[in-house]
């Protein structure tokens, strides 16, 4: 099965799809009406609050596992709330040209959440005393790697101004609407078989662009805890 974005949606990332890969789900949120679908940071705050339930830890930590930290990080700017992105290098070795959030692995027993900031502030520049840490999310771990990687969740007070791109790690830096993600058309799921194990794969299909696999599994996790959905349905797959 090939999927086939809406026109103008999603963009040139190799997916390899195998050839049994079947439709999934529809989304989360796909039967809330797009009044209850608004995202801002005082819901983001409210989504973690202080004393609240700590962060699964990924089955494959308990073997050892190397550990890796991400930032999603969120502003508001022209009554909207923003996300902030990166498309991969093509010159790296692993996941190139793909859509994640800025991170990357911890430096020896370095926190998990100093991780995802020096991460975040050598790839796209953005200053780390600006940034507040709010929450962090399920850890979770690719189908072929491994590696376990701790979801972190900011916020800025004020948008980020200008950042700027590690050429060597990052061809480009995206600001995305939260509210386009959350738009019909563009989140879908599919069923794979991979390594004799049935796993649903996410996909959000941006202008541009499509966000898939890991960072499409954190994405969905976040979003389903803001918006305040049972998570049981969709756990088994971040």
Not at 150 to 157: D, T
Request: glycine share 8%; charged share 25%; proline share 8%.
């Amino acid at each position: 099965m090939g999927h086939r974005p809406p026109a103008g949606r999603g963009g040139p990332q190799r997916i390899p799809r195998p050839p049994d890969a079947r439709a999934g789900r529809p989304a989360p949120w796909a039967d809330l009406p797009a009044a209850e679908r608004v995202v801002d940071v005082a819901r983001l705050r409210a989504a973690f609050p202080i004393g609240g339930r700590p962060p699964v830890p990924a089955p494959i930590e308990a073997q050892g596992a190397l550990l890796a930290a991400v930032l999603a990080v969120f502003y508001e700017s022209d009554g909207q709330t923003w996300l902030i992105l990166t498309r991969r290098s093509q010159a790296l070795r692993a996941h190139r040209g793909e859509v994640s959030f800025p991170g990357g692995s911890r430096d020896d027993d370095e926190a998990l959440v100093t991780t995802a900031l020096r991460e975040a502030e050598e790839e796209i520049g953005l200053d780390r005393a600006a940034v507040e840490v709010i929450g962090e999310l399920d850890h979770l771990s690719t189908a072929i790697s491994s590696v376990a990687i701790a979801p972190f969740v900011a916020v800025l007070a004020d948008p980020p101004g200008e950042l700027r791109a590690d050429a060597a790690e990052v061809e480009r830096i995206l600001h995305v609407p939260v509210a386009e993600l959350l738009l019909d058309d563009v989140f879908h799921e599919e069923v794979w078989e991979l390594g004799g194990l049935t796993r649903p794969i996410w996909f959000f299909e941006l202008v541009g662009d499509t966000v898939w696999g890991a960072t499409a599994a954190m994405l969905c996790q976040l979003l389903v805890r803001v918006l305040g959905l049972d998570d049981r349905r969709w756990r088994r797959a971040w």
